[in-house]
């Protein structure tokens, strides 16, 4: 192939990632504004000037659009980190922490996780499978990091790693809320900083183990 012929090659696919993007970002400000069965692929398609099957046609389906917005917010939360995944053991918190100060600053994606992630719940519901696994990886992620930040010859109980992954989770959620709606009152970062640290030092108590800074 030319030096031209692949540069035509290359220049369409960079406008359709281009595209793409523009139209998960809108999907993002719809769904999060309105919710995944009130957000219209129709107002999504306005945002970035397209036609309703413009958008279809990159996506397929409303699902599978719904699908790549939570995909595409998933990306946003590790795109700065080296290999753009979750860290481990100590840092894994830090990165929790560091998450909920970069959230200050992108309430609209705040937001669209809140009520997506809360909209799953419901019967038939597109991103239902997606929230149960990415709850349960996290989950996962969060036991193999409490249990790497205390000394392996004086480990807490399994039910103490069990009850302060989960709670680790329902504070960075909850926080979530109480700061969308009161912006002014709740400090996400700070706040949910007290909170993991709290609760480490609940599940391991007693246990040597390294401070979170």
């Given at each position: 192939?030319?030096?031209?012929?692949?540069?035509r090659v290359s220049k369409p696919r960079a406008v359709t990632r281009r595209k793409r993007e523009e139209i998960l970002s809108a999907a993002l400000a719809?769904?999060?504004?309105?919710?995944?069965?009130?957000?219209?692929?129709?107002?999504?398609?306005?945002?970035?000037?397209?036609?309703?099957?413009?958008?279809?046609?990159?996506?397929?389906?409303?699902?599978?659009?719904?699908?790549?917005?939570?995909?595409?917010?998933?990306?946003?939360?590790?795109?700065?980190?080296e290999g753009q995944h979750i860290p481990d053991g100590l840092e894994l918190f830090n990165h929790l922490i560091a998450t909920s100060r970069k959230n200050?600053?992108?309430?609209?994606?705040?937001?669209?996780?809140?009520?997506?992630?809360?909209?799953?719940?419901?019967?038939?519901?597109?991103?239902?499978?997606?929230?149960?696994?990415?709850?349960?990886?996290?989950?996962?992620?969060?036991?193999?990091?409490?249990?790497?930040?205390?000394?392996?010859?004086?480990?807490?109980?399994?039910?103490?790693?069990?009850?302060?992954?989960?709670?680790?989770?329902?504070?960075?959620?909850?926080?979530?809320?109480?700061?969308?709606?009161?912006?002014?009152?709740?400090?996400?970062?700070?706040?949910?900083?007290?909170?993991?640290?709290?609760?480490?030092?609940?599940?391991?108590?007693?246990?040597?183990?390294?401070?979170?800074?």
């Amino acid at each position: 192939m030319t030096e031209s012929a692949t540069s035509r090659v290359s220049k369409p696919r960079a406008v359709t990632r281009r595209k793409r993007e523009e139209i998960l970002s809108a999907a993002l400000a719809v769904f999060g504004n309105k919710g995944y069965k009130n957000g219209s692929l129709a107002e999504i398609a306005e945002q970035v000037g397209m036609t309703h099957a413009g958008v279809l046609h990159h996506f397929g389906s409303k699902d599978q659009l719904l699908i790549e917005v939570l995909l595409y917010r998933d990306r946003t939360d590790v795109e700065h980190i080296e290999g753009q995944h979750i860290p481990d053991g100590l840092e894994l918190f830090n990165h929790l922490i560091a998450t909920s100060r970069k959230n200050e600053k992108r309430p609209g994606i705040v937001q669209a996780f809140a009520v997506l992630s809360a909209e799953s719940v419901t019967d038939s519901h597109p991103a239902k499978e997606f929230f149960q696994t990415r709850y349960a990886n996290l989950r996962d992620e969060i036991r193999t990091a409490l249990r790497a930040v205390c000394d392996k010859e004086d480990p807490p109980t399994d039910d103490a790693i069990e009850f302060a992954t989960c709670s680790i989770i329902a504070v960075m959620d909850g926080l979530q809320i109480q700061w969308l709606l009161a912006p002014d009152v709740v400090k996400l970062a700070d706040s949910s900083a007290f909170a993991i640290n709290a609760l480490l030092s609940s599940a391991i108590s007693g246990h040597t183990r390294r401070i979170l800074t």
